[in-house]
């Protein structure tokens, strides 16, 4: 077998590429002739939708020359991405494979494979209390449109469109999401029309076509479009009893479980019937067999990974293997961490963690590689139930484009909502207590020295390295939160106004300055930046969020714009805004900086309207948060930048009111550059452009016209709460050594600290406070209660007039009565009452990252998340605010989630064992009976040249022969032509002048000719002459 894989490499027009192309398949084609006597095949593997610097330049040379050339080939295949190696190389082993002896002489188009695996963060988590999306909330069922009598499988298109399949009610209620577009239903009941479903018990969505399963009286699968018209059944799907799930992969083979079978079969799309790949057809509890196979889930290299219900595991099947591997459950039904309990539903996300639900135990976990145990994610309750926080009988999942998680809860008649709450962002959101502080006076970070005339672009990333963007001197430089170590320098040309934006796994997005709107990006430890996309015009701003979507704001064509990285046919969609300006809450003028935050709201800085704007998801009518008197009168002056902390709150770079505007839910109050002018001193500023947080919540601001970043830390004398009380009249201050007092006093309140066994009172006319250490007392009373919290050994007592409660332990009481005033004192016990217990009060650890109740638990993040993947080593750091991690060899990112490795799971088919070979390629040793090919890495490669015909390091030198042979064929070839075109105009002529003008010049050698034929037809006649009176 004889398999020419083309790549183009190098060609450098389209006429020499398709030329090239069309020679390797004629190739191919006399090649395959001329070998079939020895039984060799040859085919040949050409790239189709593959987008390379030679796709982009031989479509015309823009992205949108190349996205519309892409829109063509994605119109005809049913893909939806650039193939990757390990999937390109898939096919060729097949065409050098023994199942192939039948194709020879064909050209195989590579087009990549869609992937249909969610990306989601290992530390995700989502609210345990769910929204009823549709049914009753109170688990009763019904028919209306609204109602559901169990529904089972469920399926979300990539705009947010969720079909449910209601088993008893025999159809697929569709729903929009995200828009107001009415609900409806497909199906007209039970019935063996098309039209009808007979419980129907799963969806799937595949490209643009909905498939049904129907475990009913037809067991079969029904397609159609995704508004349900158009309905045919599947044909090469037959032979089921009691089929229960379906999955199709990204070859479009229908993989369905059968719980009467024990299997699960695949139909392929080029077979007539199906086959099993997974079980025995007995039911069994061996790694070669299954118990009831439930919901199934198939990866893009063919690994099948299988709920098998009643044994409680998870099985995971590779491509063509007769047994499979438990890789969750410990085959024990329960509801302990190692345990499943009834799964019946599988979901396996990039990072192969996998998400099941299990009905018994009413719940969904999530389980890591290669983990032999789980962490429940919703429904933990541990009862069954219809409240918000509780399942009963869960059976499918599905995620949405925001990470939310839906779950059919099948017991309940409803399909459950639970909120994506987390999502780790490359970028600082400090928590700010109500009370923070900036110190007024800034400290110079970077000044004219590595800064442009008028700095713009600036990034701070979670470890708090900080990029600054110097369009000047074309580089982007990356220093230390110190400022004194320059980590990375990075040359390129850079437009003026570019913003930078990091992601996490280190990708640096900016505008190159040789074209407007062009986006490119540095990968990590790279030097040389990759293209990523083209926009209309300048992006004066730049934002990545958490579904990798890139957003890019526009001033001058008053609109923000973004596109979705992981597609191919990166299609710029109008986020905000629309190409005129205006002030109305559509508009935008002069959109600046922008932010989107994890719940996807988009916030943008509208310049020239004074404002700032929020746009939620799928909304294109904003609403002003900031500025034109909201809230409480604000008003801004050409707001360039907004950002965001945890809580949400609003920082605002004011540009022409030279401040950092801090705006919290009602209310707003200036945060820096509060002197009301310009300047460039250091508590002034000249023009705010842009603004950052580090990790600990300090203010990194671009002071645009003084040319600098300016510092603002946090006040170390703002920590939450006041500490002290600042008076007017009649006060005293004293400030005393060990054993004395300091009091701020106003006419009838007191405020005492001091040190070693002082006293600290706080008083109003008719309450006191007092904190005394050690064997101290605190006391706080309001007109009729008293309260006393006291360490070592001490007693607590709150007191109101209706409620006693108590709670004990070794170290402390507390107590709640019903008398006036009254305080109770327990003596020490080991045990809890929790017979009446409201108020818990926890103790002091005298380890600050301790927690629990003996304070023998850690509170690190290393300790509680376990953030750091594939055996990295994780360090608490920031005094336990961060983490870093110390990753294996060939594994990187925060997490260690990027697997670097040659060798990987599936690198080598078949069982067949992988080496690497000098940290650049790897081998691979077939196991017995197997055969396979050297797929080196794309980092070089060599052309073997037909010998006699063509050399070079492509091959695209022809030698003299072959350019003699082909001067002589056209030679031939124009001769011949010549000929046929003399002939063509003699037989034209003569017909002119005999039938135009009645000469015919050849009438007379016609009628010669003629009389000459009728003479030689004329039959002879013979004549005897018979002489009479002839004398003797």
Avoid at 2 to 21: E, G, I
Avoid at 322 to 340: D, F, K, M, P, Y
Avoid at 821 to 831: C, G, I, Q, V
Wanted: glycine share 6%; charged share 20%; aromatic share 10%.
């Amino acid at each position: 077998m004889l398999v020419l894989v083309f790549y183009p490499a190098n060609l450098s027009t389209h006429s020499v590429y398709s030329a090239s192309k069309a020679a390797v398949r004629s190739f191919a084609r006399c090649w395959s002739v001329d070998l079939k006597d020895r039984k060799i095949r040859v085919n040949v593997v050409s790239p189709g939708l593959t987008k390379t610097p030679l796709a982009l330049q031989v479509s015309g040379g823009s992205e949108e020359a190349w996205q519309s050339r892409a829109k063509i080939y994605s119109d005809i295949v049913p893909l939806s991405r650039v193939g990757q190696p390990d999937e390109i190389a898939k096919p060729v082993v097949f065409l050098a494979s023994d199942d192939s002896l039948y194709i020879t002489g064909i050209e195989l188009f590579v087009d990549g494979g869609q992937s249909t695996q969610k990306r989601l963060s290992p530390q995700a988590s989502w609210n345990q209390n769910g929204i009823t999306i549709t049914g009753c909330s109170n688990g009763s069922n019904g028919s209306s449109l609204y109602k559901f009598n169990q529904p089972l499988g469920i399926s979300i298109t990539d705009n947010d469109i969720l079909y449910i399949a209601d088993k008893m009610n025999h159809r697929v209620v569709v729903i929009h999401l995200d828009s107001t577009k009415e609900t409806f239903s497909i199906g007209s009941g039970d019935g063996f029309k098309p039209v009808q479903f007979s419980i129907p018990h799963d969806i799937f969505i595949f490209n643009t076509s909905l498939y049904v399963l129907e475990q009913g009286s037809h067991k079969r699968v029904q397609k159609m479009l995704l508004n349900g018209s158009d309905p045919i059944t599947v044909p090469s799907v037959t032979g089921l009893i009691s089929p229960t799930y379906l999955y199709i992969d990204i070859n479009g083979s229908i993989y369905v479980s059968d719980i009467y079978y024990h299997s699960v079969f695949v139909f392929r799309s080029n077979s007539t019937n199906g086959s099993i790949v997974a079980g025995t057809g007995v039911k069994g509890s061996t790694n070669e067999t299954l118990d009831s196979p439930y919901g199934i889930y198939v990866n893009n290299v063919g690994t099948i990974y299988i709920a098998d219900r009643y044994n409680n595991r998870i099985m995971k099947w590779l491509a063509g293997e007769l047994s499979g591997v438990r890789v969750a459950g410990n085959e024990i039904a329960g509801n302990s961490s190692t345990q499943l309990n009834s799964p019946t539903y599988i979901i396996v996300d990039e990072n192969d963690y996998m998400y099941i639900s299990e009905a018994f135990s009413a719940r969904v976990t999530r389980w890591a590689p290669n983990s032999t145990c789980g962490t429940c994610i919703v429904g933990c309750s541990g009862n069954y139930g219809s409240a918000p926080s509780q399942l009963e009988r869960p059976h499918s999942l599905a995620f949405d484009s925001n990470g939310s998680l839906y779950v059919s809860d099948y017991g309940n008649h409803r399909v459950q909502k639970f909120q994506l709450l987390n999502s780790p962002v490359p970028y600082n959101q400090p928590k700010i207590d109500y009370n923070t502080t900036w110190d007024q006076c800034g400290i110079t970070f970077a000044n004219k020295c590595i800064l442009p005339t008028r700095p713009h672009g600036i990034f701070i990333d979670s470890n708090d390295s900080i990029y600054i963007a110097n369009y000047e001197k074309d580089r982007i430089l990356i220093l230390s939160k110190e400022g004194n170590i320059l980590e990375r320098r990075l040359i390129v040309k850079l437009f003026r106004y570019t913003s930078l934006f990091v992601t996490l796994n280190g990708d640096i997005y900016f505008e190159n300055g040789n074209e407007s709107g062009r986006i490119e990006k540095f990968t990590s430890n790279s030097t040389n930046s990759d293209f990523v996309t083209k926009f209309s015009g300048h992006c004066y701003s730049l934002f990545v969020d958490i579904r990798n979507t890139l957003y890019c704001s526009i001033p001058w064509e008053h609109r923000v714009v973004k596109i979705l990285l992981d597609r191919d046919i990166k299609t710029s969609i109008t986020t905000a805004g629309t190409k005129s300006d205006g002030s109305g809450s559509h508009q935008l003028d002069d959109p600046w900086g922008i932010f989107v935050d994890i719940h996807f709201n988009l916030y943008v800085a509208d310049t020239s309207n004074n404002r700032i704007q929020l746009f939620r998801p799928g909304e294109l009518n904003g609403t002003t948060v900031a500025g034109n008197n909201i809230p409480n009168n604000l008003i801004l002056n050409r707001p360039t930048d907004v950002i965001l902390d945890t809580d949400g709150y609003l920082y605002i770079a004011d540009n022409d009111n030279h401040r950092i505007i801090q705006v919290r839910n009602d209310t707003f109050h200036c945060v820096v550059g509060c002197t009301g002018k310009s300047g460039s001193a250091s508590n002034e500023l000249n023009k705010t452009y842009g603004l950052r947080f580090d990790s600990s919540g300090n203010l990194y601001v671009v002071d645009e016209f003084n040319s600098r970043i300016q510092k603002f830390s946090v006040s170390h004398n703002s920590c939450g709460t006041p500490t002290t009380t600042n008076s007017t009249s009649e006060s005293t201050t004293t400030i005393s050594t060990p054993e004395s007092t300091t009091t701020t006093s106003t006419p009838e309140s007191i405020t005492t600290i001091s040190t070693s066994e002082s006293t600290t009172t706080n008083s109003t006319p008719e309450s006191t406070t007092t904190t005394s250490t050690p064997e101290s007392t605190t006391t706080t009373s309001t007109s009729e209660s008293t309260t006393t919290v006291s360490t070592s050994e001490s007693t607590t007592t709150i007191s109101t007039p209706r409620s006693t409660t108590t709670i004990s332990t070794a170290k402390f009481t507390s107590s709640i009565s019903t008398s006036e005033s009254t305080t109770t004192y327990l003596p020490e016990t080991s045990e809890y009452n929790h017979s009446t217990s409201l108020l818990f009060v926890a103790p002091l650890c005298e380890n600050s990252t301790n927690i629990g109740i003996n304070c023998n638990v850690s509170g690190t993040i290393c300790d509680m998340g376990n953030p750091c993947l594939n055996d990295g080593n994780c360090s608490n750091i920031k005094n336990n605010q961060d983490y870093d991690c110390l990753c294996q060899p060939d594994f990187n990112g925060k997490q260690c989630q990027f697997d670097q490795r040659l060798c990987k799971e599936n690198t080598c088919f078949n069982n067949g064992i992988c080496d690497t070979i000098l940290d650049s390629t790897f081998n691979c040793t077939c196991a017995l009976g197997y055969e396979g090919v050297c797929r080196p890495l794309l980092l070089g490669y060599s052309c073997e040249c037909l010998k006699g015909s063509y050399y070079g390091e492509h091959c695209e030198i022809t030698t003299r022969r072959i350019i003699i042979y082909q001067i002589v064929s056209k030679s031939f070839a124009y001769i011949a032509i010549l000929a046929m075109i003399s002939v063509a105009i003699f037989i034209i002529v003569m017909d002119i002048l005999k039938y135009g003008f009645g000469i015919d010049l050849t009438r007379r050698e016609v009628e010669q000719i003629r009389r000459e034929k009728q003479a030689k037809k004329r039959k002879q006649v013979t004549q005897r002459l018979i002489y009479v009176n002839a004398i003797p």
